[in-house]
Nanobody, 125 residues
Framework: QVQLVESGGGSVQSGDSLRLSCAASGVRFSSYVMAWFRQAPGKEREVVAA????????YYGDSVKGRFTLSRDNAKNMAYLQMDSLEPEDTAVYYCAARLGFVAGPNAASEYNNWGQGTQVTVSS
């Protein structure tokens, strides 16, 4: 079982940046695809980005392409989501998730069996 702890959320203005961090423990980190999901009130949880083994396997949702950057540090068991040019539509609870595998893709939330507690991101106009 993977333990995941997110940090870095907060309240910012439109156009600002935030970096979310996800600390993983309890497993061989490099064997897991790491992902960020988000859920806004009244909406389904959606995948924001996912990263597999190595920087070549990265997936971004259409709404964040060109603005968000996902990276991982296998030596530190950390995943990072750099969010730039934030918009009010990015307001949501952001969750770190993990699943066994090496290739990242637009996998549904149901395919991930390890979740963090979530961190709130609020972007005001």
């Amino acid at each position: 079982q993977v333990q995941l702890v997110e940090s870095g959320g907060g309240s910012v203005q439109s156009g600002d940046s935030l970096r979310l961090s996800c600390a993983a423990s309890g497993v061989r980190f490099s064997s897991y695809v790491m992902a960020w999901f988000r859920q806004a009130p009244g909406k389904e949880r959606e995948v924001v980005a996912a990263i597999g083994w190595g920087d070549r396997s990265i997936y971004y949702g259409d709404s964040v392409k060109g603005r968000f950057t996902l990276s991982r540090d296998n030596a530190k068991n950390m995943a990072y989501l750099q969010m730039d040019s934030l918009e009010p539509e990015d307001t949501a609870v952001y969750y770190c998730a993990a699943r066994l595998g090496f290739v990242a893709g637009p996998n549904a939330a149901s395919e991930y069996n390890n979740w963090g507690q979530g961190t709130q991101v609020t972007v005001s106009s």
